[in-house]
Each structure stands twice: as structure tokens, then as C-alpha cells.
């Protein structure tokens, strides 16, 4: 719904513009979009979508915050220079409480302590379980590469937990259609998401997310 709820402010905000810019060239009337700072909305608008698609985030924030900054500045709402003096304080107020929230709002947090791993290091690397072959948890790590991870053939036992790690590289879990997916992230300049639609009275498989300039993706 957020992701359709998005899409249509794209498209409404594009054709706004079309015809202001078209009805100007048409000589139907006299308005301009161009105003002290108007550049500026080509950083904010795009965050917010991200913020209403994906919810807020450390780096949309942010880069958000910066737009609107400079937006004040050049239209002199508020001090000149303010932004340099302000900016890496932010950035580390908006980092700290987005994981003070994420740690507060984490709940029981399940993991997993077994030996299976799978791992892309400065390459790519895939994996896909055999027919009926019973699931109930592995470390899935991406550094500098992409894994692809494949578990749709597999049996999820309930509770079944995936570490996973991006770290300027992204992982993508397949599962089967009949298991519920509990996502707990910790993102810096990276996401997580999940597509599984939850369903009651399915098995559970827990993942866990620490994302640094990369990517979780679950399907």
C-alpha cells in the first residue's frame, strides 16, 4: 500500500510539473516552479518517497534534513553557514537515535548458533537446498559481493534463524510460500526488507540484518 501510496505522488507531482511547464509554453498562463532554493526539491521529494515506501532511515533522513537545510539558508530563513557548523552533529544524533529505537523496539531477538555459513567475499557465490532437506538455520555474509541464497525447496522448521551481514555487498534469501518471515534489522547506510506475506499457523523463520552500505532482500 505505501509502495502504491508512492508511486501515485511520483506520478501526480510529474504531471503537475508538465502541465505548469506546458500550459507556460502555451501562454495559458504566467506561473513559474522556479524559485530561490527550488533545486533543493529534487533532494528532499526523493527522500520522502523513500521515507513513505520504506520508512525512515538513517541516510534518507539525513540526506532529507540536508535538503531542507539548504533550502532555509538560500532563502534566508536561517543563518548562513549554519549547515557546516550542524551537519556532523546531526549525522550523529540521527544515527544514534535511529539505533537507540531499533535496540528499545528490537523485542526478543532470536539467533543462531550453529556451523552452517554461507559467505561472498569480494565475489559473487549462490546456494540452493535440496528437495525436503530440513532447514533450521545458517549465517548468510556478503563483503564486498552478492550472495544468493535459495530455500525454497527446504523444510523451515519453526524458529529457524538466518544471520545475515551486508557489508557493501547484498544478500538475497528465497523462501518457500508457506513460512512467515520475523525481520529484525540494523541498518547504517544500507536496508533490509522482506516480501513474505504473513500467514497465520505457518513456521516462522527468523532473520537477522546488520546492513553497512548494503542490502537484505527476502522474497
Same mark, same amino acid.
Given at each position: 500500500?505505501?509502495? *502504491?501510496?508512492?508511486?501515485?505522488?511520483?506520478?501526480?507531482?510529474?504531471?503537475?510539473?508538465g502541465?505548469?511547464?506546458?500550459?507556460?509554453v502555451?501562454?495559458?498562463w504566467e506561473?513559474?516552479?522556479?524559485?530561490?532554493g527550488?533545486? %533543493?526539491?529534487?533532494?528532499i521529494?526523493?527522500?520522502?518517497i523513500s521515507?513513505?515506501?520504506?520508512?525512515?532511515g538513517?541516510?534518507? %533522513?539525513i540526506?532529507?534534513?540536508?535538503?531542507?537545510?539548504?533550502?532555509?539558508?538560500?532563502?534566508d530563513?536561517i543563518?548562513?553557514?549554519?549547515?557546516a *557548523?550542524?551537519?556532523?552533529?546531526?549525522?550523529?544524533?540521527?544515527?544514534?537515535?535511529f539505533?537507540?529505537?531499533?535496540?528499545?523496539?528490537?523485542?526478543?531477538?532470536h539467533?543462531?548458533?550453529g @556451523?552452517?555459513?554461507? #559467505?561472498? %567475499?569480494?565475489?559473487?557465490?549462490?546456494? @540452493? %537446498?535440496?528437495?525436503?532437506?530440513?532447514?533450521s538455520?545458517?549465517?548468510?555474509? +556478503?563483503?564486498?559481493?552478492?550472495?544468493?541464497?535459495?530455500?525454497?525447496? +527446504?523444510?523451515i522448521e519453526?524458529?529457524?534463524?538466518i544471520? #545475515?551481514?551486508?557489508?557493501?555487498?547484498?544478500?538475497?534469501?528465497k523462501?518457500?510460500?508457506?513460512?512467515?518471515? @520475523?525481520l529484525?534489522? #540494523?541498518?547504517?547506510?544500507?536496508?533490509?526488507?522482506?516480501?513474505? *506475506?504473513s500467514?497465520?499457523?505457518?513456521?516462522?523463520?527468523?532473520?537477522n +540484518?546488520?546492513c553497512?552500505?548494503?542490502g537484505?532482500?527476502i *522474497?
Amino acid at each position: 500500500m505505501r509502495e *502504491k501510496i508512492a508511486n501515485c505522488l511520483w506520478g501526480l507531482v510529474l504531471i503537475a510539473v508538465g502541465v505548469i511547464i506546458g500550459g507556460r509554453v502555451m501562454g495559458f498562463w504566467e506561473f513559474s516552479v522556479f524559485f530561490p532554493g527550488w533545486w %533543493t526539491f529534487f533532494i528532499i521529494f526523493p527522500c520522502f518517497i523513500s521515507m513513505l515506501k520504506n520508512g525512515p532511515g538513517p541516510v534518507n %533522513t539525513i540526506i532529507m534534513l540536508c535538503g531542507i537545510l539548504i533550502l532555509l539558508e538560500i532563502n534566508d530563513i536561517i543563518e548562513g553557514g549554519i549547515i557546516a *557548523k550542524l551537519l556532523v552533529p546531526a549525522v550523529f544524533l540521527i544515527i544514534g537515535i535511529f539505533i537507540l529505537v531499533g535496540s528499545i523496539g528490537a523485542g526478543v531477538r532470536h539467533h543462531y548458533n550453529g @556451523k552452517q555459513a554461507y #559467505t561472498a %567475499t569480494f565475489a559473487g557465490n549462490s546456494a @540452493k %537446498t535440496s528437495d525436503g532437506e530440513p532447514f533450521s538455520g545458517c549465517n548468510a555474509e +556478503a563483503v564486498f559481493g552478492g550472495l544468493d541464497l535459495d530455500l525454497r525447496n +527446504a523444510v523451515i522448521e519453526d524458529g529457524a534463524v538466518i544471520e #545475515t551481514v551486508a557489508i557493501f555487498g547484498g544478500v538475497d534469501i528465497k523462501v518457500p510460500a508457506d513460512v512467515n518471515v @520475523k525481520l529484525k534489522r #540494523t541498518a547504517l547506510f544500507g536496508g533490509a526488507k522482506s516480501h513474505v *506475506k504473513s500467514h497465520a499457523g505457518r513456521p516462522v523463520l527468523y532473520v537477522n +540484518a546488520l546492513c553497512m552500505f548494503g542490502g537484505v532482500d527476502i *522474497k
